[in-house]
């Protein structure tokens, strides 16, 4: 199976700052890639797919780019909101496979 | 839109039977697409246990070998899960989602809020 590899796995940032977050595959995906947000005590949310489409409703603060082995979230401003869990998910081989997740906290 | 709830026992005993129904509504489980089981042990990240399609075509991850059945009741517009001779490395949080679009492989959204399940005596 693809393993997926997030870094860095806690990332302080300030209200306002950008925060840029890696997703690395072990072999090529292609652009089927979504990137999700999980806050404490809810499910995770469809933040990006096919590598840089948002989701219906994400603000364009949020954008996603790579292809292959290499993919990046970033986020241009950070918000309150913002601070959370995100996880990387490649959807091209089967099994589906996620990373372990990065931790954006506030500094 | 779409909206999935998940429902179940929280606490089944080891070497037990998990079982799990995740009701849709906003849309029929009966239309071109696939849905799925993710689950997420606590404070760990994110695992995908498989997938039905609208017809009862199943893909289950192969890390849990034979144990993992899933089914359609379409009469209710559900889907089920079922997972066999369950330990405590069980022990999660389920969630029932949707594919983003009709391929047998996709992301996923929306998905449910999601229900623990501890696995104990």
């Known amino acids: 199976e693809i393993v997926m590899t997030q870094s860095p796995a806690t990332l302080s940032v300030s209200p306002g700052e950008r925060a840029t977050l890696s997703c690395r595959a072990s072999q090529g995906v292609s652009s089927d890639l979504a990137w999700y947000q999980q806050k404490p005590g809810q499910a995770p949310r469809l933040l990006i797919y096919?590598?840089?489409t948002r989701a219906t409703g994400i603000p364009d603060r949020f954008s996603g780019g790579g292809s292959g082995t290499e993919f990046t979230l970033t986020v241009s401003s950070l918000q309150s909101e913002d601070f959370a869990i995100y996880y990387c998910h490649q959807y091209n081989n089967w099994p589906a496979t996620f990373g372990q997740g990065t931790k954006v906290e506030i500094k | 839109q779409v909206q999935l709830q998940e429902s179940g026992p929280g606490l089944v005993k080891p070497s037990g039977t998990l079982s799990l129904m995740c009701a849709v509504s906003g849309g029929s489980i009966s239309n071109n697409n696939w849905w799925s089981w993710v689950r997420q042990p606590p404070g760990k990240g994110l695992e995908w246990v498989g997938q039905?399609?609208?017809?009862?075509?199943?893909n289950y991850n192969p890390s849990l070998g034979s144990r993992v059945t899933m089914s359609l009741d379409k009469s209710k517009n559900q889907f089920s899960l079922q997972l066999s001779s369950v330990t405590a490395a069980d022990t999660a949080v389920y969630y029932c989602a949707k594919f983003g679009n009709s391929r047998w492989l996709s992301w996923f959204d929306p998905w449910g809020q999601g229900t623990l399940v501890t696995v104990a005596s």
């Open positions: 039905i399609s609208h017809s009862g075509t199943t």
């Open positions: 096919g590598a840089s």
